[in-house]
């Protein structure tokens, strides 16, 4: 069974940074792309981040330069890096897997899991 654990989301203010992490089981990263997606009140899914097996990675527009996606085959686990954090990056976090393993815009994810709240104060 596939499982994405993320965590360490938070509390923080405007231009603080939040390091979070994706804990995978039931699968090995290095086969699959691992993506990062968040979810506003309000607003619909969109896709933030994303590391392929081979290592390439992929960004949105709004985390570009800010953020920083890597991951520890060792731990099988997939690091988000979010540095200067603003209130619009307020949101749900998730992790999810695609089998296609590489990633590039609009590609979808057969696995998610579980979210972590990120809360981004003015």
């Known amino acids: 069974e596939v499982q994405l654990q993320a965590s360490g989301g938070g509390l923080v203010q405007t231009g603080e940074s939040l390091k979070l992490s994706c804990v995978a089981s039931?699968?090995?990263?290095?086969?699959?792309?691992i993506g990062w997606l968040r979810q506003a009140p309000g607003k619909e899914r969109e896709g933030v981040s994303c590391?392929?097996?081979?290592?390439?990675?992929y960004y949105s527009d709004s985390a570009r330069g800010r953020f920083t996606v890597t991951s520890d085959r060792a731990k099988n686990t997939v690091y988000l890096q979010m540095n200067t954090l603003r209130p619009e990056d307020t949101a749900v976090y998730y992790c999810?897997?695609?089998?296609?393993?590489?990633?590039?815009?609009?590609?979808?994810?057969?696995?998610r899991g579980q979210g972590t709240q990120v809360t981004v104060s003015s």
């Open positions: 999810a897997a695609s089998l296609r393993a590489v990633c590039f815009p609009g590609l979808t994810y057969s696995s």
């Open positions: 039931g699968l090995n990263i290095d086969d699959y792309a």
């Open positions: 590391i392929s097996g081979d290592g390439s990675s």
